[in-house]
């Protein structure tokens, strides 16, 4: 839920953290279109660190993860995204922002890779992928709820007290996880067997050992290449369509209040439809495979985000409807790879590896896209939102990459050490 928070208040938060709203409704409309420049460059640069921070957290925690427990490093790393959510608000200058934005993003990435691990080994092969798939749609639930949040707070009339520090103070909430985790969730018996193993040469959380296999080392480069076109796409121009619907919705007449409002109801539907995406993978990828499922969602995922941006930019006085309309159908399509990297990314590592491999691959794509947020503000600002949507949004391209490398796991068991010993017909 925080990182949607941030991408809803991203704009407001850096301008009040560059100039007092008093001084900026003083500019001239010259100097009000290079302020807004600005913003959208530093609004980049802090979206990359926060995504440095995701990085930095999943190898930190992933391999914690493997040596200390799932349910362990899931506690750490809530309380770590909660209390530099919450912190996210206190800020005075954008580097203190960008700080604990970073530190933010160190505890979620951790997160993500003990959860899917969890969830991975606790739940039988037939039902496993779409556990998996609804424990990532879920996650669309939680971004709808930061955009009725977001929704609430800016539409109570407190604009002018910076209604963004409020919104990460309630972001902070989710601290209270960690009571019902540590009363309530066991380590998975398939970790608990791969600890025993560890006493007897099977080290847990060596990060090296993927490196030197050949088989996990080829797993490893294809799901972060997978992960990387995944990312790159919905951080660098997917989830920048809020800052575009707002200066798009502006420049068409809207009173700054209005535009707010209708880029929220643009989120939550962009998220509904995230939902559905998200589900329908778990469903392709039990239907055919998935690398069928992957092929189709980045072909698709690339297409619906030109046919948005396009769309939306020459719609002229019809910006509002054409934005609703084609909210739902990118955000259904450019979410549906994640549900195959929360599906597809534990069927690729042993147990004693499995969130050390799923963090590593998931965060070194957000090491790889990083440079995505930094580019969309740096191309917007020199091009246009449009034509810089259709520059970056070509990291699909590794996607494609990454998937013709991949095995197929469809049917497999989760993989432990004698997979790799004598590959698995799907390892090979």
């Known amino acids: ?17 560059l100039m007092p709203k008093a001084q900026r409704d003083a500019l001239s409309p010259e100097a009000k279109a290079a302020f807004n420049d600005e913003v959208g460059f530093k609004g980049g640069i802090v979206t990359a660190v926060f995504l440095l921070g995701w990085a930095a957290g999943g190898f930190i925690f992933g391999i914690l993860g493997d040596r200390l427990g799932r349910t362990k490093t899931m506690i750490v790393t809530i309380l770590i995204y909660a209390i530099f959510t919450g912190s996210s608000g206190l800020v005075n200058n954008w580097i203190l922002y960008s700080i604990a934005r970073f530190m933010t993003g160190v505890g979620v990435g951790g997160e993500w890779a003990a959860g899917a691990a969890l969830v991975a ?3 039988p092969q037939r039902s496993r992928p779409m556990a998996l798939g609804f424990l990532q749609a879920l996650s669309s639930v939680g971004n709808m709820m930061a955009a009725c949040i977001t929704w609430g707070i800016e539409g109570a009339g407190i604009q002018d007290v910076q209604s963004w520090r409020i919104v990460y103070f309630v972001g902070a909430v989710p601290a209270l996880l960690v009571l019902w985790i540590r009363r309530s969730v066991h380590e998975p018996e398939k970790w608990v067997q791969a600890k025993e193993q ?13 490196f030197t296999h050949p088989v996990l080392r080829r797993n490893l480069i294809a799901s972060v290449l997978m992960g990387a076109a995944g990312v790159g796409a919905l951080w660098g121009v997917g989830f920048f369509s809020t800052d575009f619907i707002l200066r798009t919705l502006i420049a068409a007449g809207k009173k700054p209040a209005e535009a707010n409002q209708i880029k929220n109801i643009m989120f939550i539907l962009q998220n509904l439809g995230s939902f559905f995406g998200i589900y329908c993978f778990a469903l392709l990828a039990e239907r055919l495979n998935r690398r069928k499922a992957f092929f189709m969602s980045y072909v698709l995922a690339w297409a619906s985000v030109l046919v948005f941006f396009w769309g939306v930019s020459k719609s002229g006085a019809n910006a509002t ?10 955000g259904f399509f450019t979410l549906m790879p994640f549900s195959g990297f929360t599906i597809y990314f534990p069927e690729l590592f042993p147990t004693r590896l499995r969130t050390t491999g799923c963090g590593f691959a998931y965060n070194a794509a957000r090491i790889l896209a990083a440079g995505a947020p930094f580019a969309i503000g740096f191309l917007g600002k020199k091009y246009g939102f449009p034509q810089a949507a259709t520059m970056v949004v070509g990291i699909y391209v590794l996607g494609f990459i990454g998937t013709a490398m991949a095995p197929e796991t469809k049917g497999l068991p989760l993989p432990d050490d004698k997979d790799f ?3 698995a017909p799907g390892m090979k």
């Open 1 to 17: 839920m925080d990182q949607n928070l941030f991408n809803l208040v991203r704009k407001t938060s850096v301008e009040d953290l």
């Open 198 to 210: 560890a006493s007897v040469g099977k080290e847990l959380g060596k990060i090296g050992s993927m």
């Open 321 to 330: 409807m054409v934005c609703l309309i084609l909210a739902p159908v990118m």
């Open 421 to 423: 010993e004598v590959a």
């Open 121 to 123: 080994e606790t739940f």
